[in-house]
């Protein structure tokens, strides 16, 4: 059984940062894309960025340049360090995993999934 278990979601003041963590259970992920997806109360659940086993990245342009996507192989450890935050970055956020290799920005792509993680921006 693959798990894949996100951490590190709360209440942040807009402006504030917040790093979000996804430990996978399986040392095969290495090699597979990983990607950061977020769903909002009443809007679909949408893609936020997207890592290779060789560190290439893509990113949603509404987090362009405040998000970053980066991976650590050997703890089989995926992180989302999100800066800027705006109260409209509120939203469960789900790690997720595929079987291939390449990135893909469409959630149907992916095989496994987090039970997410709740991001709050408020003041």
């Known amino acids: 059984q693959v798990q894949l278990v996100e951490s590190g979601g709360g209440l942040v003041l807009p402006g504030g940062s917040v790093r979000l963590s996804c430990a996978a259970s399986?040392?095969?992920?290495?090699?597979?894309?990983m990607g950061w997806f977020r769903h909002a109360p009443g809007k679909e659940r949408e893609f936020v960025a997207a890592?290779?086993?060789?560190?290439?990245?893509m990113y949603a342009d509404s987090i362009k340049g405040r998000f970053t996507i980066s991976r650590d192989n050997t703890k089989n450890m995926v992180y989302l360090q999100m800066n800027s935050l705006k109260p409209e970055d509120t939203a469960v956020y789900y790690c997720?995993?595929?079987?291939?290799?390449?990135?893909?920005?469409?959630?149907?792509?992916?095989?496994?999934w987090g039970q997410g993680t709740q991001v709050t921006v408020s003041s």
């Open positions: 997720a995993a595929r079987l291939g290799v390449l990135i893909m920005t469409s959630s149907s792509g992916y095989n496994y």
């Open positions: 399986r040392r095969s992920f290495s090699s597979n894309a």
């Open positions: 890592i290779d086993y060789s560190g290439s990245t």
